[in-house]
């Protein structure tokens, strides 16, 4: 299958190298974590716990841990940024999972469904607010700067994600905005931040924001990918949950626009009105990978990581920017 | 009616003054807002004009201009923060309105209602980002270390409340506990970030905090008395909201508390298990007139307003200090 031909041709990349070579510098991000998400109103740190033990890779603050390292640093401000870094993540997941009415998160019950949409958007408020307040502490302006910027970027993705759900009609452009807004936005900010603790220069800060966001980019792209796995025992992982949601990603896109008229009732049934039988996602896989889109799909994830590590270029070699070619590589490579 | 007299003993006060000396900041403050919830997502200033448009009294930005100019300030930096305190502000209002399911806002339509949930929790999310961008522009670090913690106690003041809603248990410190988080801490940071962007002395600066935190007291305290505003021809506001949406504030705790055990099949049945007939509020004004509890809480607030206006002693004589105790007799005395 060109698709399983495709992943396999890559560089099969990891993220265990910079995840072990940052192991004690998150270690203390983890540490602040916990001691951060604490409140005397208890439902608050039972809420923020459940999503954050059940773990996710906290990629983006080891993007931070890792971008302030590669930049010198070693101080405890690359830390608590990473800490906020998380924290704003994890809150703009609560509300995320309370917009799209999601049942699952990180393999457990969606924490709105256990305590309530109300609690969620209110923790997901203090985890918000007590990211700003991790953030003053280290006193760095431009890192707050940065950061602040993000979650509004963030935002305004969220919101134009939601003004055009289900909508086949979709720009491949407009799609690109969401995803550089909703996704690749925190990741060049998590890395820039992390080179601004480091007293990084100008010119090194902003390769690592475009590390940052060519590697976000490549994260989702792939992620939109898995989602039409090719062959679910190739990939992985439960292909399929994009399509039954009736979210429109670039496989799905790349599909429609190239099979033109020929399936558009199929696409205006199934995606836009979202009227689905049990096969109708096994059909939508056959026309995504007949078509070519999920290949197209994942060269465009690889050559935001080969973008990525041509950021990388002019930093000394060393274990910590091996390490974040090899998250690069992963980011395309990994099945689930 | 006692409760009348109550209200009619005290001086008048009134938020003119100050908003008549404050007039050309304000109009700065106003313009900083229109231009900062610009953004290319259509919904999101559509959205959030649609609740800021609606007015409300500007209250907390007044407070932060009026604090600065009292401690001699005079910069955009007091500005930009004011407009800051606004979205931090509205950003609340937005989610209290999904998490109570409000139906209106200040006379208006709640956004929600019109947007939808998903829409007012993410353009809330955008405001309070956007509050951060615009303190970050200031550069002072103390105000964003203010506001930051603000933003977080009202959140925790939220989760509070909303565990216990409907609670004829609760107590009058649980109660006050929750008030001083969910509005008076806002008032607090709003006054205190205004002496700080004017480089007040912390003993002043400290004085404004303390004067915010009783103002926004006082003024939850009458807002919470207004509902059971004695006479709605005297008091001049539709009465029973809260005791309709079960909502457990002063008067009805001290009733509660003063009646015993002979109405708790009422409370319990009215507002524990919200089951009301249309006579029940008039039932229960009558209780809360009738156990002194409306004229308890007025004479709260009052306290709160006098420990305000307290505060501004330090500071020379003159328009700005009088306009601030003027605000604060205002706060109680109001009748909408």
Do not use: C
């Not at 979210?247 to 033109?260: E, N």
Request: hydrophobic letters at 50%; zero cysteines.
């Amino acid at each position: 299958m060109d698709a399983a031909k495709a992943v396999i041709a890559r560089p099969p990349g990891s993220a265990d190298r910079l995840m072990r070579l940052a192991a004690r510098d998150m270690a203390g991000v983890d540490e602040l974590i916990v001691e951060r998400l604490q409140s005397p109103v208890s439902v608050i740190p039972a809420l923020a716990e459940h999503l954050i033990d059940a773990g996710g890779k906290r990629l983006r603050p080891l993007l931070t841990v890792a971008a302030a390292r590669l930049a010198g640093g070693q101080g405890e401000a690359g830390l608590k940024l990473a800490a906020a870094v998380e924290f704003i993540h994890t809150a703009t997941l609560l509300h995320d999972d309370v917009v799209d009415g999601s049942r699952l998160r990180r393999g457990k019950v969606a924490a709105h469904l256990i305590w309530g949409a109300p609690s969620s958007v209110l923790v997901g408020d203090f985890l918000f607010a007590r990211a700003f307040e991790l953030m003053v502490e280290t006193g760095i302006l431009r890192a707050l700067e940065i950061l602040a910027r993000a979650s509004r970027v963030i935002a305004e993705g969220e919101v134009l994600q939601l003004s055009r759900a289900h909508d086949i009609d979709l720009s491949q452009a407009t799609y690109l905005e969401i995803i550089t807004a909703k996704t690749a936005e925190l990741f060049a900010a998590a890395a820039e931040a992390g080179a601004v603790s480091a007293g990084a220069s100008p010119a090194r800060s902003a390769a690592l924001r475009a590390y940052g966001r060519n590697l976000g980019l490549a994260f989702q792209l792939a992620d939109d990918a898995l989602d039409y796995g090719g062959a679910t025992e190739t990939l992985g992982k439960n292909a399929g949950d994009d399509f039954r949601e009736g979210k429109v990603t670039l496989p799905l896109l790349l599909a429609i626009t190239r099979l033109g008229t020929r399936e558009s009732g199929f696409w205006e049934r199934a995606v836009a009105r979202r009227e689905q039988t049990d096969a109708d996602f096994r059909r939508a896989r056959e026309l995504v990978v007949g078509a070519g889109a999920l290949e197209a799909t994942l060269d465009l994830a690889g050559d935001h990581a080969e973008a990525a590590k041509a950021e990388l270029a002019g930093f000394a070699p060393g274990p910590w920017r091996d390490g974040l070619e090899a998250l690069a590589d992963f980011a395309v490579s990994r099945r689930a």
